[in-house]
């Protein structure tokens, strides 16, 4: 099966200049959708509003399971969706997270 956008082919290590030193006897490259995530997020955000989704803005501590009963209680919420970026460290006691790149909206 061919997936479109993907090539494997061990040529890639020394068509790209990829250091000798490093080992790398194979390769592979696939094509990626780019977007402008300020653009982006603003049109996901226009889209989830037009389907009646209210939003909220406040600072929320400590573990969010901790607290999931009541701010579901207290928004009148079916789902609490956590998308927190960085704050996911605390929120979601995830310490695994890291600054790549995005925006924080």
Not at 15 to 38: F, I, N
Not at 49 to 69: H, N, Q
Not at 79 to 98: F, H, S
């Amino acid at each position: 099966m061919q997936i479109r956008g993907f090539e494997r082919d061990p040529t890639l290590v020394t068509k790209h200049a990829v250091s000798q030193s490093a080992g790398v006897v194979d390769a592979y490259k696939h094509e990626s959708p780019v977007v402008d995530t300020d653009v982006y997020m603003m049109w996901l955000r226009d889209l989830v509003a037009s389907k009646g989704c209210m939003f909220a803005t406040e600072r929320i501590s400590g573990d969010l399971l901790d607290r999931e009963d009541e701010l579901m209680q207290m928004f009148d919420a079916q789902i609490i969706l956590n998308a927190t970026g960085l704050g996911g460290y605390e929120l979601a006691a995830d310490k695994t997270v890291y600054p790549l790149r995005g925006a924080l909206i």
